[in-house]
Structures are given as structure tokens and as C-alpha cells.
């Protein structure tokens, strides 16, 4: 199992890598931690799940210069790209956003799989909540990604 | 041809002209039209007839010549790319089906430079994110992948054959656009190397804008000197996208920038009889500026500046607003400050050997559930904080901090001073001044009060709740828990204070537009904010200079940075009630320096043998720690690891102490201007 993990924050991504493990022992995971990582990952790879943040800065924070601009909606442009790329990787959304912004239009989570999977022509499986205080996402990215099985 | 008639005298003298009437008598598009079309245009344009006129009737030319292209037509990818970069803005005369039908065609498909102008008047007509993917695509694909380099070439190269489209892309590479070039870009560096290259060759060739590119390309210069001091500490920072605001500022605010520039003109360079200040404080409210008829250029100066701020702090694409909602009250600042609490939290479930924390360690889940319920005020002081205070303030938003407003007495300060510098600009200009750098600093100037109080606010309110409760709960739990309590209890608080005081770091304004500052600020703007951030700061501050020092950018950033360790340092470990003191001065030697002497003092000598122990221990460390606001107050490593990277004749940092008077010294020299030191060096 090839799983790509777009994330930039470590602690988010520590715990989202331990559930995909739980999940697939043997998962092999991809990180990219910025926009042009993902974009660059995505441009030369198929992956059997992309777990995807929506805010995002344009390059990793540890390269000179650091992070760019912020992109509050990076995970958008990784979308688009898969679009236009034809991608068929699957995609799921971990975000701490209650909704997520395209072309002007606010989406509530529980609606952004159908919309955007349409909208874009590419599959999102699920637009999950991420939060601190509350594990309901981690049951909801458990089921997930065991339906890829 | 009527209209080709009106225009003969112009368009005979090219070959884009002869180009032209041959493809538009063949077209199915009637002289009439065009010249209804022209004429209705005309009176929107003021007096540079000729030339607007000529321009204007170009575009509608080359988009009635693109619109009669069929894959039969007779033309070359030459001939479109000389039709397209003679016609700014035909995009706005040509529908989407014209220009999917101009991709379509061969000459279109069998050239990538053809296919990326065409991508790009598409975005620009239609402005989507799909299509501005697409132009990028394009435009990489002109570019072997991770080769950078080659841009400035291929400009060079175009501009043999169709010079005002070179420099047309040229524009067009804005920093913006290029830190998205995914397959060619991987850092801020490769951006701004990038940029700056295209800069110097704009200066080159594009006579029109030399004096912007000019400023452009210093900046960048500036920028990336000290791109590694800035780096870490920039990308949390609050921010507005300067890009897409100055496109909002041209497409609203242009008409009035113009006419505010006529209107000087016009006035000449009478000095005003009074100051805004004093103008202003005759009103009671705001009626005059919704006059907008026969009033001076400050008047119209002001309007433009109201509407500006307002963009700046809410525009919903580009604004600070739009930053703040996107990158820091949704997640990041409850994820910043929570993470390290739900750490402590996991190691102490882990303890007990069960996440869920069975019964089996007793005390060790009471302790968690003691903690577990701090947590939970300190998530409820979070939500408020990003729901009430990190907010705009307006009718809805009461208690949000950030006023952006110009009405305070210290903003109206610096709106007298930006009126009088852009109208003395203008004037020694001849009118060709752009404005918008001013009213883009100004903006930033007027948010700066906003930010101490968003930092005072984190510092002090936020931060004394949460450590007085975590206080309380340790305080208020069972003798047989406080004893497994206390370590989690000790680590949180520190974390908790260390990620507070990251939270302040990004509320500092990251922008510095001018290149020559007051040294006497900087020390007085770093006492303040060490002042802000400790509340148990108690020292007399004393700063000793004879007059003020001019510094540059960098010089000031640097000295910024080392200000804030050791004023932090001194108020951190000096004696309390005790006096920091700053002297500085000028050293006229080859370069120019500026010596700097902060010294503190200890409690007693064997305070002063320790703190003596702990700084060589940090001076000698090997690892130069980049990161001084995530550290709170410390980061003299950092110091050291600026001067390492910055050898130039005649730096000194270095520390002494007094045994009699129980103090601690640190020196430390630099040029004054930083940036000219260091090319000379080069």
C-alpha cells in the first residue's frame, strides 16, 4: 500500500501516520509537506490513497528562504492538478476547516466529496475533521481507508 | 475601411498594419462596428489621444483578426504571436470559444510559447484557479524541469524577435507566479534569485517601468542578504497578499490615483497653511470625506488611503482578515498551543501502559483527568481568543483587536507623514510617482498598534489564564496525585509559555519597505517589546547615545533580532528592579560600525558565576540555533550563528563581566549599513 501524506504540521502528521499503520502494517508513506511537494509527488507518481491537508505553505519550511506564501487553500491546487493530470489516485481530506473554499463557494465537509469528486472528475473519498479535542476522526479515517482494503 | 482609413497613416508604417487590413477585409466583422465600437471607447480616455487611440484600434483589430482565424487561414505562429503582443487586453474583446478555437489551431498546437500566451488570455479573461493552473502548466512547459536558469535566457532569445512580448512575460513573472512554478521552483530562494534576475533584465529593456524595477530589484537584493535570518520566522507571520492587493488597488483605486496626481500637479508645491492633524481635528465626524467633489489632493489622498486600509484588513482574497481565518484561527492556533499539552497528556496514558487509562494506575489517571479538564479551559481561553480577539473589530466582532483604522492618534501621526512624502514625491517626480508602495507601508503602519495589542493580549491575558489555572488545578489536587502531577505540570507550563510567546512572533509586522531607519527606535521599539512579553518585567531602562544612527535594512534586522535575545536575557536572568543599560555609538572606521553595549546586572556573585557559565556555554555550543522567538528568551547560539554566517572585517560579538559591579556586558559591533559593506566586500 503506497500512501502519500500531505501535511506540513508534525504533530498532525504523527498522528495521522500512526492510523494509517494501524490500518496497513506494511504501508509504505510518502511525505510531502508543502504545495510544491505534493505537486512534484503527484506529477510523477500514482498512489493507492492521498491523504490530503488543505493549508498548506508553497515550499517545505526547512528550505532557504522557508515556507512562501501561505496557502490556506494548497490542498485545492493539489486537486486541481490531479484534474488536469487525469489522476487516479484516491484522495481523502484531513482538514481543521469546517468548510472548504472553491472559486467562492463555501463547502460544508459532509457535501465536498460529491461535489468536489464531480466538480473535479477525481475521486475524494471523504473531507474529515481533524481536531484536537474530539477522536471521532480517527474512527472516520479508520473506516476510510479499510474500505480500500 | 473606414476606421482602416482613420488610422492609414499608422498602421501602413508596419507590417502588423498591412497584417491587419489584409485579415480584416477578409473577416466577416463590419468596418461600422469597429468604428462604433472605437469611438464609444474614446471619451473614457483623457488626453493622450494619439496614442490610445492608435492602441485602442489595434485591439480591436487583432481580436477581430483572431476571431476570423480558422485552421484553414494563411498565418504563421509568428504572425499570432506578433498580433497577440501587440494588443494588451485583447482578451477582454475575445470569447472563450475564440480562443479554444485559437488553441486548436495548428499554428497554436505546434508552438508551447503560442500554447502558454493562449492559456494566459484565457486566466485573464476568465480568472478561474483551473485556468491559472493551466498557464502555469504552460509556461513550465517551456522549461526542462528544475531548471530555472534558462528564464532569463529565453527572454533574451524572444526579445530579438517580439521585444514587447519579452517583456510582457517578463511582467508577467511576478514573484507570486514564479514561487508556483511547481516543476521549476523548490524554495523562496530559487524565487527570488529568479525574480531578481528578471528584474535586472527588465531594467534592461523596459525603459517605461525602469524606475520600479529598480526599486524591485534592491529589495530583492535586500531580501535575500538575509533571507536566513528571516526565513523561519516569516512564514507564521501575519500577512496580506501584496500581489493580488496591488491588483485590487489598480483596478479600484486607480482612477482616484490619478486624479490625486493631477491634482497636485496642479496645486504646485504650495505647503499647506496647516498639518491633516490640525485639519482633521476641526471635524467631528467623517462627512467630509464622502464629498468628493472640489476637494485638494489630500482629501483624495485620504479617501484612496480609507478605502485601501479597509481592503487591507478585510478583502476576503487578499485581505489580513482572510489570513488570519484561513491560516490561524481555523487549527493552526489551537493545534499550536494544544499540541505540547496533548503530548504531556499521551506520555502520562502512556505511563499507566493504557491510552484509555484503566484502573490499574489509580493516581495516574486521576492525574490525567485533572489535566484533562485544564485542558479543557485552557481549549475554551483558545476558542475565544480566535473567535472574539483575533478579529476585526466591527459591530459584529466587539472585542476583535485589530482595528486597522487611521483614526488614532498615533495612525493620524503617520497619515500626516505619508501625505506630505507622496505629495512631495509627486512633485519632484513630475507626477510619475507610484503611490502604492506608500499606502501599502502606510497600511502596515497603521496595524502595527493592533499587533503590540494582539501580543500584549497573548502574553499577559492569555497566558497568565492558563498558567494561574494549571496553577490552581496542581494546587487544588490530592497530595498523592501532585506528586506524579508535577512533572507534566512543570513541562506544560514551559511549553504552553514557549509556544505563547511563538503565537507573538506572528504578530509582528513582516514587512520593511524603506532602507534607512533610526537605530534610536529600534532599541526603544525592543524594549517595549520584551516589556510586553514579561510580565514581571521591572528595570529601569536606560539608553545612551549622543544622536541618533541611520542603519539599514539589514543592519536593523539584525540588530532586531539581537536586541530581542539579550534585552529578553537580561530580563529574564538579571537582577530584579536592576538596570539594563544600552549605549551606542558610531565608530567612523573603513566600513562604518555601530557598537552596541547592553549590559545588565546580577543579583550577587555567585548569580554572576553562573550566568558567566551558562553564556560561554551557549557561545561555545556548536549548533547555531536559528529560532529565537520559539525559544522565548534565549538563542545567544542564534547570535553566534548570525555573526558566523556574516564574516565581514571589523564584527564583534563578544561578552565580559564585572566582578565589583556584578554586571554582564555584551558587545557587539556591525556596520551601520550592512548591505553596502557587504558589497563592497564582493
Known sequence: ?149 | LGVYDVHKQDLEQSQFGKLAARLVSASDVKPAQLREISTWELPFFSTETRLIRHQSFSVLVVSAVLRSLTAESNISTQQILDLISRAEGVQSYLSLQTLDAISSLPATTNSLLLRFLVAELRFRRTRSGDDELERRSHFMDLFPANNRHDIVPFLDELAHDHPILAIQIARWCTRRFLERLFRIMASVRDVLEVRLGICVWLILHDKLLEEDHTEERNALERELSNLETRSDIDSTRVHVDEELFREWFNDTQQPSAVRYVQTVIAEGSVIANESLIAYFSKFQNDELLMSTASIGSDLILVQIVDQTLSAFASDENFGLDAYLSRRIRHGTLRGHLLAPVDKVLRDLAEMSGNRDMAADDDRSMRAHQILFKWRSKLLHAIDHVRKEIIQVKSPQNRNGLIQSSWRTVTNVRYLDAVVNRVRQRVIETGGSYDIFPDVYAFCWDCLEADLVQLRRYMARDFLAGALTSLKNAYGESPSDVKQILWGPVAAIGTEVKNRVYEVCGWFIRPVFRRNEYSLKTLINTYFSTVKELDENYNFAEHLIMEQDISIDRLTFELLGDILFILIGNAAQHGKANGRITIVARWVADRTDHVELTVTSEADNQASLVEAVNRINAAITGTEADRAAVREGFSGLRKIKGLFSSRQLVGNVFDFYHESIECSITFLIRIPAKFMAARLELV
Open chain 1, 1 to 149: 500500500m503506497k500512501i502519500l501524506l500531505v501535511e506540513d504540521d508534525e504533530f498532525k502528521a504523527a498522528d495521522l501516520g500512526a492510523i494509517i499503520l494501524e490500518v496497513y502494517r506494511d504501508a509504505c508513506i510518502e511525505r510531502a509537506m508543502s504545495v510544491t511537494a505534493a505537486l512534484r509527488w503527484l506529477s510523477t507518481q500514482k498512489f493507492d490513497v492521498v491523504l490530503l491537508d488543505m493549508s498548506l505553505p508553497t515550499f517545505d519550511m526547512s528550505g532557504p528562504g522557508g515556507g512562501g506564501s501561505p496557502q490556506g487553500q494548497g490542498g485545492i491546487e493539489v486537486l486541481r492538478l490531479a484534474r488536469r493530470l487525469h489522476h487516479i489516485s484516491p484522495f481523502i481530506i484531513v482538514t481543521q476547516y469546517p468548510d472548504i473554499e472553491l472559486e467562492g463557494r463555501s463547502l460544508r465537509l459532509a457535501d465536498a466529496p460529491q461535489i468536489l469528486s464531480k466538480m473535479l472528475g477525481i475521486s475524494i473519498k471523504s473531507c474529515i475533521l481533524y481536531e484536537l479535542d474530539d477522536d471521532s476522526w480517527r474512527r472516520e479515517l479508520r473506516i476510510v481507508l479499510n474500505t480500500r482494503r
